[in-house]
T-cell receptor, first 112, second 113 residues
Framework: LAKTTQPISMDSYEGQEVNITCSHN???????ITWYQQFPSQGPRFIIQ???TKVTNEVASLFIPADRKSSTLSLPRVSLSDTAVYYC?????????????FGSGTRLLVRP | NAGVTQTPKFQVLKTGQSMTLQCAQD?????MYWYRQDPGMGLRLIYY???????DKGEVPNGYNVSRLNKREFSLRLESAAPSQTSVYFC????????????FGPGTRLTVT
């Protein structure tokens, strides 16, 4: 069962690129990696998902190396509104059930 | 289109009391989930329902029961609340279980004294 580890917090400045890494050493062949963003007093919101190599959408990129033991969420040119907690999620499918394991989250503070 | 709604938003219980948290979605999703989030921690899956009529345990099911009343509604029941169940509870839904994007409700903040 994949256990996820993330840095507790990160600081950045407006306009910079931010990379947040999630470690998932025990990831299985069929597991997927998803990232969510959460603002205070709100439910998490989907950002991006991937299986391997690189995925890009309009808000972020996700890099997954060949061994898939980690993944990196990349936020280009952050703004103050990107201040939030970011969670990685590993989704594992068993024979007849699923396991969804969230990381403990990385609190990103973007300064002016 | 309200997405995922949860009631109540806040609740205070005494130890031993029971209550049911309600969740509904209007996106015609097959799968629904209940999570708890403790301060400074990530979300932990309590139960999920892959489709109407089915439920499965997640990471922390003890002390909880669930009912998938129909395709729209998925309720979480605490039969005998304990202080350790003080948490924020989130309901979510997705088209199918697993790799599909989950849409979360606004959460229910529960305090057990």
């Amino acid at each position: 069962l994949a256990k996820t580890t993330q840095p507790i917090s990160m600081d950045s400045y407006e306009g910079q690129e931010v990379n947040i890494t999630c470690s998932h050493n025990n990831i299985a062949t069929n597991d997927y990696i998803t990232w969510y963003q959460q603002f205070p007093s709100q439910g998490p919101r989907f950002i991006i998902q991937g299986y391997k190599t690189k995925v890009t959408n309009e808000v972020a990129s996700l890099f997954i190396p060949a061994d898939r033991k980690s993944s990196t969420l990349s936020l280009p040119r952050v703004s103050l509104s990107d201040t939030a907690v970011y969670y990685c999620l590993v989704v594992s499918r068993g024979d007849s059930s699923y396991k969804l394991i969230f990381g403990s989250g990385t609190r990103l503070l973007v300064r002016p | 289109n309200a997405g995922v709604t949860q009631t109540p938003k806040f609740q205070v219980l005494k130890t031993g009391q029971s209550m049911t948290l309600q969740c509904a979605q209007d996106m015609n999703h097959n799968s629904m989930y209940w999570y708890r989030q403790d301060p400074g921690m990530g979300l932990r899956l309590i139960y999920y329902s892959a489709s109407e009529g089915t439920t499965d345990k997640g990471e922390v099911p003890n002390g909880y029961n669930v009912s998938r009343l129909n395709k729209r509604e998925f309720s979480l029941r605490l039969e005998s609340a304990a202080p350790s169940q003080t948490s924020v509870y989130f309901c979510a839904s997705s088209i199918q279980t697993g790799i599909y994007e989950q849409y979360f409700g606004p959460g229910t903040r529960l305090t057990v004294t």
